[in-house]
């Protein structure tokens, strides 16, 4: 059996379609296997207020969609946590809508070169959120 793909104008217009609204970015601290069977509620998200830890809020219209090949992506902007305190290891990080602690977007990445280890006051994470209509910028 062969299978199609969707042109680069129907993966622009998903992408377009998809960042409509504004999303949280959610860090996680399990070590648990991405897939695309992987629910959200299988990751330890860490608690919004602990050690001073708060999800981002990417904004409606800070993304960027660009139509290339193979793949067509989005990226916003870099993003930066300074972490109050130890978390552990952070594995990676989640979507979730902005107005809702629990609606998936449908978009885990973890770090292929984590976990990082958060273990002291002032600590920094910076990631640059990536989109693809095929999955996270684990593909690029």
Not at 70 to 83: D, E, K, M
Not at 86 to 96: A, K, L, Q, R, V
Request: aromatic fraction near 12%; include cysteine; proline fraction near 6%.
């Amino acid at each position: 059996m062969s299978h199609g793909w969707w042109t680069k104008e129907t993966e622009t217009r998903m992408l377009n379609d998809h960042l409509d609204e504004a999303m949280l970015i959610r860090l996680f601290t399990n070590p648990c296997s991405v897939t695309r069977a992987t629910a959200l509620t299988s990751l330890t998200g860490i608690v919004s207020g602990y050690l001073g830890y708060a999800p981002i809020v990417i904004g409606v219209g800070s993304w960027t969609v660009t139509s290339a090949d193979p793949y067509c992506y989005a990226t916003a902007p870099s993003l930066l946590w300074t972490l109050m305190g130890s978390h552990g290891p952070i594995y990676g990080y989640y979507y979730t809508a902005a107005n809702s602690d629990t609606y998936p977007m449908g978009c885990i990445e973890r770090f292929s070169d984590g976990p990082y280890s958060m273990t002291r006051t002032g600590q920094q994470l910076s990631i640059t959120p990536v989109l693809g209509a095929r999955g996270v910028s684990s593909w690029m």
